[in-house]
């Protein structure tokens, strides 16, 4: 296995972010064109890299203060079990502790595959709220 680098707190690039989704299927859930001016709009990032590639990515999107959503925590499949979605979690967290107000909402939306993993960390399904999103 490739030696994995220390996490950079920074967000992808556009290349690096559209590289991580199509080595995870999700080509199809990011708009090219657009996502260069998405990412810019970023509260906060952080990638992995192994040998000069990003592997591991997440971003925080949110209003800064009291909205923070965890966004686009891909890991590259050939290091699926190396622990660096939990890393990549853990750190956007703790960012996410030193910005936010008192009583802060943190959400996020999961994979089905995902959702062990944010369930670690202490998210759950609320039960006092209905996840909705505008049809396309």
């Known amino acids: 296995m490739e030696p994995i680098h220390a996490l950079s707190h920074r967000l992808p690039t556009a290349a690096e972010h559209l ?3 199509a080595s995870v299927g999700w080509l ?3 708009d090219a064109p657009t996502l260069a001016d998405s990412l810019a709009g970023s509260l906060h990032g952080v990638v992995i890299e192994s040998s000069g590639s990003v592997v591991a990515m997440g971003r925080v999107v949110g209003d800064g203060s009291h909205y923070f959503y965890l966004q686009d925590v891909i890991v ?3 290091h699926s ?3 660096l979605g939990s890393r990549v979690v853990s750190e956007l967290l703790d960012w996410i502790r030193s910005a936010a107000a008192p ?3 943190v959400g996020l939306f999961s994979s089905p595959e995902a959702t062990d993993l944010y369930s670690e960390f202490g998210f759950e399904e ?4 209905t996840g909705m999103r505008l049809r396309d």
């Open 28 to 30: 199809d859930h990011f």
């Open 19 to 21: 590289a991580l989704a």
């Open 81 to 83: 079990d190396d622990g």
């Open 76 to 78: 590259h499949p050939a």
């Open 126 to 129: 609320p039960s006092d709220m």
């Open 103 to 105: 009583r802060a909402f």
